[in-house]
């Protein structure tokens, strides 16, 4: 099994991403391909995908500022294939990232022929409810799926997740759990991202392509003021505990634990 935590490079990204996707998509294969990402600013500062755009790959930017939604319009103008949105992203409605991506979808015509399964890397970074969106996210499932998690939540009391209208955070351990139920594996964290892989893409012959670190070297040391649980200082719990864990309620211990107002059954 391969572990990533040592492959992280920034040509364009912050926090290593962009070495970690080359060496993820070497592994399986994948020589040009599609991507999504979202809060990518102009498509190059702190792109996860603008390396992969140089490399040849097709995909769709989607940024709520217009300023910077113009100016990543006037860096992709030498891209045919990559197109830009504008739009906040949102957890329902029309703006929810189903209804954006079916705009760019096969069905429709349009040059990205969106399918179900053929997008390759899905980027979200949008610093607030990074979590409701993957939750939403049904009716397309990324190979790949980059998400932020809140930094200075990776020793704090684990958390299921804030409520989505009540601004940024969930732990490093709430992203975790909701990727394992949404069928995908955890195969690295970066200082901002948790980073998985779809189950079936990452069995070989019965075993794990990818596997997460199991050392220090993903954790980064807690904030002053942080409300620090001395019992899970390391970065992730378990993953058997994670994966059984999802439907657990979980108590209002101090600021950080916030059990929404939620029905998540319309997520299902």
């Known amino acids: 099994m391969i572990t990533l935590v040592h492959e992280r490079k920034n ?10 996707l080359e060496k993820i998509f070497s592994t399986v294969g994948t020589d040009k391909g599609k991507f999504v990402e979202f809060g990518g600013w102009d498509g190059i500062k702190y792109s996860n995908c603008y390396n992969l755009v140089k490399k040849g790959w097709s995909g769709l930017y989607i940024e709520a500022d217009k300023s910077k939604h113009d100016g990543c319009v006037r860096n ?17 409605g029309s703006n929810s990232i189903d209804n954006i991506l079916a705009q760019y979808d096969k069905s429709t015509g349009h040059p990205l022929e969106f399918t179900a399964e053929n997008i390759d890397v899905m980027s979200i970074d949008i610093d607030s409810y990074d979590y409701w969106v993957f939750a939403s996210l049904k009716a397309y499932r990324p190979k790949v799926v980059i998400v932020e998690a809140l930094g200075r939540c990776r020793h704090i009391k684990d958390i299921k997740v804030k409520h989505p209208n009540s601004g940024m955070g969930c ?13 995908y594996d955890l195969i690295t964290v970066t200082s901002s991202n948790v980073i998985f892989i779809r189950e079936e893409d990452n069995n070989i012959n019965g075993e794990k392509l990818f596997k997460p670190s199991t050392n220090d070297d993903n954790c980064i040391p807690p904030l002053p003021g942080d409300i620090v649980d ?21 108590q209002k211990q101090g600021p950080w634990i916030i059990d929404p107002p939620f029905n998540w059954e319309s997520y299902e």
């Not at 732990?171 to 069928?183: H, P, T």
């Open 11 to 20: 040509v364009y990204s912050q926090c290593g991403e962009d070495g970690i």
């Open 76 to 92: 992709m103008e030498h891209y045919k294939d990559v197109f830009a949105h504008h739009a906040p992203v949102e957890i329902s």
């Open 171 to 183: 732990s490093l351990n709430a992203m975790a759990r909701l990727g394992y139920y949404k069928k």
């Open 230 to 250: 001395e019992e899970n200082v390391r970065n992730l719990k378990p993953e058997a505990t994670l994966r059984s864990s999802f439907d657990v309620p979980y």
